[in-house]
């Protein structure tokens, strides 16, 4: 038993019910890791460690559930499953855990990573909001994904559907840019994605695509061992992931209160910048940023605003130079447009709409529509998102 | 004495001929039906005898023995009560045999002698070998369109003996009123906006290719599929024959032509069980749903509601054309060549914008895996609508009408007709290379859709036939453009609940 590392060990107390990052390192103080799984296991960590009684849960359960538990689960079998799955265990102490992870105020006891690790220290900026977004935050979140990378900073997100995703999305698209800027960053950013489960438990499965391009392109980790549900306490846990790894936090879209409310806050009390993308007030989803805002967040209007913003935290800040060359690369690029294409354009500019709707305002044929809309889509002027043709900025 | 009349039974959708065999003897009264009738069938006897003694016509006291042959096959309904009557009143000496020679009967006898229509007239006279036959006025402007012979129509047994006598002469039959133009009570230029899902509904018409229309209540999805039937050019006389024995066996109501002349629209509801859509039944082979809309359109409202065994037995029907139903009883081959439009919500609650939907993503999936990827596969046309804007609904210019796209319509289907195809939607992937080749601008827009993902090979196949659809509606010559392909690609959106999630 003894020739096990403390990896192992660690996994198994992580895999214990209720068990967040601070009870563990209440555990690995007083123990260390080995010696607090065997005192787990026989029950008799309950005079060392104090719980609080809930209403739901007395101490003694708690701590019965956890002998339970580690009673059933073999260790060296447990441990082997995640090196199967090239999870590496990253314990608190190691060199290897991230330093905006180790400094932060709530640092984790223990990382699970799958993916290059390396990522884990480039310059990084969060991208939240709600999973419920609409065609405008959507198109947003992916493109901040994308101009992030493009310059050479990563996206942390988490994962979830809606504004999660895309953020991701337009993270693992972007970087082509990178090569046409002699850009100080050696690589384009790439996606980190943090999550609330054990990394062989795919959540949301509409993204398992998602999942692996994460996991091939950029990082997934986790502080739930192989196997963890998903559960609601641990979402909350990974909000603050979020926020205690990234440098810069850009809220996109999200009602007055909810998990990304939580994280953009968790940012602020943390000091680091936090980014609001307005939107129109009418619109449920733009009332968090704006609160955002009024409490203080910086406005959003394009990448330059987030390399302003980052503040000394960050190892490597592209300078502002490049991101505006950046653009107006981009921006020359499509320059020609043929007649037909130019009415769609200014038919589009003034508010994302059908294919119909366009039809209906231009007076132009059907074919000629959808002909010019997808000339512009090849040159990536425009997209389509939820049925609406959006002008790409 | 014997006497024989020819008459017919229905078997699925086809009639088969069927001798009325009446053997009368000495012996003690009685009347036996021998030759696998059906209870229907040999409660013929009750109505017969009534009938005739309503009509003041003997009723032999002797030994009646009718055979319906052949023997060995199974005979349902009503359809032979005068048939019976008449060769019954032949072998027992009131008619002579010189009077009902080259006669075949059709019809059901009430107890007052009067003759009713049976369902099936249309498949029933057409199969029927006299070199005249008798059937129920009601209903003898469909005998005539089906048979070539000479019809009789006659309204009850007293007329009918007496015609056959020569004391009166046959009663004569009404002209058939005039094939009047149904009105397209549901015409094109109501369509506000819906630029898309015009051009859905006229490809789809042009190229029989089957479509999908997902969009929150209120978009118009049951308003345009309302629109398509009109769109398609008339039955030729070989599909209205078809059409009309398969309506006439499931007794609907006919025009009153009696000719089906325009393509049926069925709209099943989404309750109906699986024989009621492909057909079958207990005791007769019934056609089902998918054979009433050959040559017409199937369009089936709600398809997520549908339980989706009962969509799946659409399969087989799209892909050859025909159901084959086998019962231990024996089996039947019914036609069912359809147009299929389909119809569903994005998701439970109905709402397509993702910010309004309350529905979990689970529940989403969920209601789109009603659909199977098979059977997705099959709508060339997927369409994402969208309630219309208001200003469409009150101002906006009225649209092209019916006729309008009816005639490009019939002028695609005659472009297709001419490649040795039925429809475009039918050619096989190298018969569509060779007759339809993509220019270069045109291969560059799909190689671009297949590698962003959005189409898979499959459906590139499929884009190309809409693209040759579209090209055939414009009347283009030459390889198809990029135009072509790109608006084809347009009218096969992904539906809308997957891309829900970002």
């Known amino acids: 038993m003894t020739d096990l590392p403390d990896e192992a060990y660690a996994a198994a107390l992580a895999s214990m019910p209720l068990v967040a990052a601070s009870r563990l390192h209440e555990m690995v103080d007083k123990f260390g890791w080995a010696q607090a799984w065997e005192l787990a296991r026989d029950n008799r960590l309950r005079h060392a460690i104090a719980l609080r009684t809930t209403s739901e849960r007395q101490p003694s359960e708690v701590f019965a559930s956890w002998s339970d538990h580690l009673r059933q689960v073999d260790v060296d079998r447990y441990f082997d499953r995640h090196l199967q799955l090239g999870i590496e265990i990253i314990l608190r102490d190691s060199p290897l855990m991230p330093l905006t992870l180790a400094d932060d105020i709530q640092p984790p006891a223990v990382l699970f990573c799958r993916g290059d690790r390396q990522w884990l220290s480039q310059t990084c900026v969060g991208v939240v909001g709600t999973r419920r977004a609409s065609s405008y935050g959507v198109v947003m979140a992916k493109r901040i994904g994308a101009e992030l990378a493009d310059i050479g900073i990563g996206v942390v997100s988490g994962l979830a559907l809606g504004i999660d995703g895309a953020a991701h999305r337009g993270s693992l698209a972007g970087g082509q840019g990178a090569s046409e800027l002699e850009l100080v960053a050696s690589s384009k950013g790439r996606p980190i994605g943090v999550v609330a489960s054990g990394l062989d438990v795919v959540y949301p499965r509409q993204h398992a695509d998602l999942w692996h391009a994460v996991i091939e392109d950029g990082v997934l980790i986790s502080e739930v061992p192989v196997g963890g549900r998903p559960l609601t306490w641990r979402f909350a846990q990974r909000n603050r992931l979020i926020a205690a790894l990234s440098h810069a936090v850009v809220c996109v879209e999200s009602k007055k209160v909810g998990g990304s409310m939580t994280t953009a806050r968790m940012a602020i009390s943390r000091g680091l910048g936090v980014f609001s993308v307005p939107g129109v007030i009418t619109n449920p989803l733009a009332h968090g940023p704006l609160d955002l805002l009024h409490e203080g967040a910086s406005v959003y209007r394009n990448v330059d605003d987030i390399v302003v913003g980052l503040s000394s935290r960050a190892p490597w800040v592209p300078l502002l130079s490049t991101t505006k060359r950046h653009r107006s690369l981009v921006e020359r690029v499509v320059e020609a447009l043929d007649p037909v294409s130019e009415v769609v354009l200014e038919c589009l500019e003034t508010e994302p709409r059908s294919v119909d709707a366009v039809v209906e305002i231009t007076g132009l044929s059907l074919v000629q529509v959808v002909a010019a809309l997808d000339r512009m889509q090849s040159g990536r002027r425009v997209e389509e998102v939820f049925g609406q043709w959006v002008v790409n900025v | ?502």
């Open chain 2, 1 to 502: 004495m014997l006497a024989s009349v020819a008459s017919s039974t229905l078997l699925g959708v086809v009639g088969r001929p069927v001798t009325v065999e009446v053997h009368v003897s000495d012996g003690l009264p009685g009347f036996t039906i021998v030759g696998l009738p059906d209870a229907s069938c040999r409660e013929a006897r009750d109505r017969v005898r009534a009938a005739l003694l309503s009509s003041s016509l003997p009723w032999p006291l002797k030994r009646v023995t009718v055979n319906l042959a052949p023997s060995g096959v199974r005979k349902e309904g009503s359809g032979f009560d005068v048939a019976i009557a008449v060769a019954l009143l032949a072998a027992a000496g009131e008619l002579s045999l010189k009077h009902i020679d080259g006669i075949g009967c059709i019809g059901e006898l009430g107890l007052d002698g009067s003759i009713r229509r049976v369902p099936g007239i249309v498949p029933l006279s057409h199969a029927l070998e006299a070199s005249s036959i008798v059937v129920p006025m009601a209903c003898v402007h469909e005998a005539i369109a089906a048979n070539n012979g000479v019809v009789r129509g006659v309204r009850d047994l007293a007329e009918l003996v007496a015609a056959l006598k020569g004391i009166n002469p046959w009663p004569v039959v009404p002209a058939p009123p005039d094939a009047i133009e149904e009105l397209a009570s549901f015409d094109m230029s109501d369509v506000r906006g819906h630029a898309t899902g015009r051009l859905a509904l006229e490809v789809a018409a042009a190229g029989g290719h089957h479509l999908l229309m997902t969009g929150p209540p209120g978009a118009g999805k049951t308003m345009l599929a309302r629109r398509l039937p009109a769109l398609l050019p008339d039955l030729t006389s070989a599909e209205s024959l078809e059409s009309t024995c398969i309506h006439s066996a499931a007794d609907q109501l006919m025009p009153t032509c009696g000719m089906l002349r325009r393509p049926p629209l069925r709209a099943p509801h989404h309750t109906a069980s699986a024989v009621a859509i492909i057909g079958g039944g207990t005791s007769a082979m019934r056609p089902g749903e998918v054979s009433l809309a050959h040559n017409g359109v199937l369009f089936l409202d709600e398809i997520a509601e549908f339980p989706s065994f009962v969509v799946d037995t659409l399969r087989v029907p799209i892909e050859e054309g025909v159901v084959r139903i086998s019962r231990a009883r024996g089996s039947v081959c019914m036609p069912a060549r359809f147009l299929m439009i389909a119809a569903m919500n994005p998701c439970p609650c109905g709402e397509a914008n993702p910010m309004l939907c309350r529905c979990s993503p689970a529940q989403r999936q969920r209601y789109e895996r009603r659909l199977s990827g098979p059977l997705l596969d099959r709508f060339d046309l997927r369409l994402t609508l969208d309630r219309p804007a208001t200003s469409d609904l009150v101002g906006g210019a009225p649209g092209e009408s019916t006729a309008v796209v009816k005639q490009r319509v019939a002028m695609a289907r005659e472009i297709a007709a001419e490649r040795g195809s039925r429809t475009n939607s039918q050619l096989t992937l190298q018969r569509l290379r060779a007759v339809a080749p993509l220019s270069s601008a045109g291969r560059q827009v799909l190689e671009r859709a297949l590698n962003t993902g959005r189409l898979s090979a499959r459906g590139m196949h499929r884009v190309h036939s809409v693209a040759l659809t579209i090209a055939d509606l414009g009347q283009h010559v030459g390889p198809l453009t990029s135009d072509h392909v790109a608006t084809a690609l347009c009218l096969r959106q992904e539906l809308r609940c997957s891309t829900a999630a970002a």
